[in-house]
C-alpha cells in the first residue's frame, strides 16, 4: 500500500513539472513566442504585393541559416501603417520587428520604444557593423551616438514615365528631351500639357516630404541650410518649386492624389494608362515589370539650373521593439536583413530599392532590367554628397505631419503658394524653438 502511495506520488508530482513546463514554454507577449527551442519574431513592414515576395526573401535566407529562429511576416497596408504600429507598441502588443519612416523613427525614440543597437553591431552575433553604412543614411536613427534603426535600402527619387502613353499621345518622350538637354520646367509643362490635351493625366502629384524636397532641391532650392537652419522663407528657388507645385495642378498639367477617389492610387492609374508620369523610388519597380502590358523607364527630376541637383533619397528604418522578449534573437534578425548579404539576396532580381550598403551595388545594379536604372544611381550619390537624403524636419516628432496638412490645402486648390510657404515658414520656425 505505501509502495502503491509512493508511485502515485510520483504520477501525480511528474505530472505537475509537466504542466509546469509546458505553462513556461508556452508564456509569451503578442509577438515573439518560443516553441520548445524555436523562437518566433514577427516583422511588420508596408509594400504592395511584389514588395512583400522581396522581403520574404530575406526571411527565407535567414531561417536557413537560424533554423532556430523563424520570422513571420505581417504585412499592413501604407496609409493605415504608421497609425496601427504606434498603438499596437503603446499598448505592448507590437510586432518584434519593424519598419518605420523616418518621421515615425524620431517618436518611436523619444518615447522609448525601440531597442539601442549600437552594442550589438559590435559584437561577434552581428551580420553587419555600423562603418558599412554611409554617415549620411543615419538621421533620426541615430540619436547622442546611439543607434536605433538600421537602413535596410535606400529609394533615390525618379519621375517613372509611361512610354506607351507617351507614344499613343504623339507626345516626345522626356529621355528625348534630357538628352537634348532640355529636360527642365518648361519641359515638363509641356509634355504635361500635351499629355492632359490628348486625354491623359500628365503627372499624379504626391503630398510627402520626399516629393516637396525633390522638387524644391532639383531646382537648386533648399528649406534648410547645410548647418540646418531654416531659409524657406528668404529662398527663392524654393519659393519658386511651391508654385510651380501649386500651378501644375490647378492648371490641370497634373493631378493631385489626395483628390483622387478612394481606391484609386497612382501606381493602378499608372499601370491603367491613364496617367504618363508619376515620382516614386525603385519600390514600384516589381509591381510595374510583372505587368507586361506597360512599358516604362526612369527619367530624372526636370532642373532649371543647368546642373545636376539632389532629390530626396527617402529611406526606412529597420528597428526592434524594445519590450518584446526575445530581443537578442531579434537583433540578429535584423542585422542579417540589412546586411549586404542580406540586400543582395532582396535586391538582385527584382528588387524594390537600391543598397544602402555600397559595396552590394555591384551584384544588384549589375541584374536591373530598366534601360535607365543608372538614373536611380546617380540621385542616390548625389543626395550623399549634398547630405540631402534626409529632411531636417523629420527629425522632430510631430513636424512632419504639420507640414503636410498645410501642403494639403494648396493642393486642394484652398490655399495659394505664398500663403503655404509663409505657414510651413512659421510653423518649423515654431517647432524649432
Known amino acids: 500500500m505505501r509502495q502503491w ?15 509546469l513546463a509546458a505553462g513556461c514554454s508556452s508564456s509569451s507577449s503578442s509577438g515573439g513566442s518560443t516553441e520548445g527551442e524555436r523562437v518566433q519574431l514577427t516583422m511588420q513592414a508596408w509594400g504592395n504585393p ?40 503603446q499598448g505592448n502588443r507590437g510586432p518584434d520587428v519593424f519598419y518605420s519612416s523616418e518621421p515615425t523613427m524620431a517618436r518611436l525614440i523619444e518615447a522609448g520604444q525601440v531597442q539601442p543597437l549600437s552594442e550589438f553591431l559590435q559584437s ?9 553604412f554611409p554617415e549620411g543614411l543615419w538621421g533620426p536613427a541615430r540619436k547622442d551616438g546611439e543607434i536605433y534603426g538600421l537602413p535596410p535600402d535606400v529609394n533615390p527619387f525618379v519621375i517613372y514615365y509611361n512610354k506607351k502613353v507617351f507614344q499613343e499621345a504623339g507626345v516626345k518622350s522626356p529621355q528625348h ?20 490635351a490628348a486625354g491623359k493625366q500628365g503627372y499624379i502629384m504626391e503630398n510627402w516630404w520626399a516629393h516637396w524636397y525633390s522638387w524644391v532641391w532639383s531646382n537648386g532650392g533648399r528649406i534648410f541650410d547645410e548647418q540646418g537652419k531654416l531659409v524657406l522663407n528668404e529662398n527663392e528657388p524654393a519659393k519658386e518649386a511651391f508654385g510651380f507645385m501649386h500651378d501644375l495642378v490647378q492648371d490641370g498639367n497634373a493631378v493631385y492624389s489626395g483628390s483622387l477617389p478612394k481606391g ?66 531579434a537583433m540578429k ?4 536583413y540589412v546586411s549586404r548579404q542580406g540586400q543582395e539576396i532582396r535586391l538582385a532580381d527584382g528588387g524594390n530599392a537600391l543598397a544602402a550598403i555600397p559595396a552590394a551595388d555591384e551584384a544588384i ?23 540631402s537624403n534626409m529632411a ?23 490655399q495659394d503658394a505664398k500663403t503655404t510657404v509663409a505657414r510651413v515658414t512659421e510653423t518649423i520656425a515654431a517647432a524649432l524653438k
Not at 520574404?56 to 532556430?68: G, R, S
Not at 528631351?177 to 492632359?196: H, I, M, P, S
Not at 531636417?392 to 513636424?399: E, F, K, S, V, W
Request: no cysteine; aromatic share 12%.
Open 124 to 132: 561577434e552575433e552581428s551580420y553587419v557593423q555600423a562603418d558599412e
Open 50 to 89: 511584389a514588395e512583400l515576395k522581396v522581403y520574404q526573401k530575406a526571411l527565407d535566407a535567414f531561417t536557413k541559416e537560424n533554423p532556430q529562429i523563424h520570422v513571420k511576416l505581417v504585412p499592413v497596408p501604407g496609409d493605415q501603417y504608421e497609425q496601427k504600429l504606434l498603438t499596437s507598441l
Open 177 to 196: 528631351y534630357y538628352d537634348e538637354g532640355r529636360w527642365n520646367w518648361e519641359a515638363f509643362r509641356e509634355v504635361t500639357g500635351q499629355l492632359k
Open 264 to 329: 484609386q492610387g497612382a501606381d493602378a492609374m499608372f499601370m491603367s494608362g491613364q496617367v504618363g508620369m508619376l515620382a516614386a523610388g525603385r519600390w514600384l519597380e516589381p509591381l510595374f515589370t510583372q505587368n507586361k502590358s506597360i512599358e516604362f523607364d526612369y527619367i530624372a527630376f526636370p532642373s532649371n539650373t543647368g546642373k545636376k541637383e539632389p532629390v530626396a533619397v527617402p529611406g526606412a528604418y529597420f528597428a526592434v521593439n524594445s519590450k518584446n522578449p526575445h530581443v537578442k534573437e
Open 392 to 414: 531636417y524636419d523629420a527629425q522632430i516628432p510631430g513636424l512632419n505631419p504639420d507640414i503636410t496638412e498645410i501642403i494639403d490645402l494648396m493642393l486642394l486648390g484652398k
Open 5 to 19: 502511495n509512493k508511485a502515485v506520488r510520483k504520477a501525480i508530482l511528474a505530472a505537475m513539472a509537466l504542466l
Open 333 to 336: 534578425f535584423v542585422s542579417f
Open 365 to 387: 545594379l549589375s541584374k536591373s532590367t530598366i534601360e535607365h536604372t543608372s538614373y536611380l544611381s546617380e540621385a542616390r550619390d548625389d543626395g550623399y554628397t549634398h547630405g
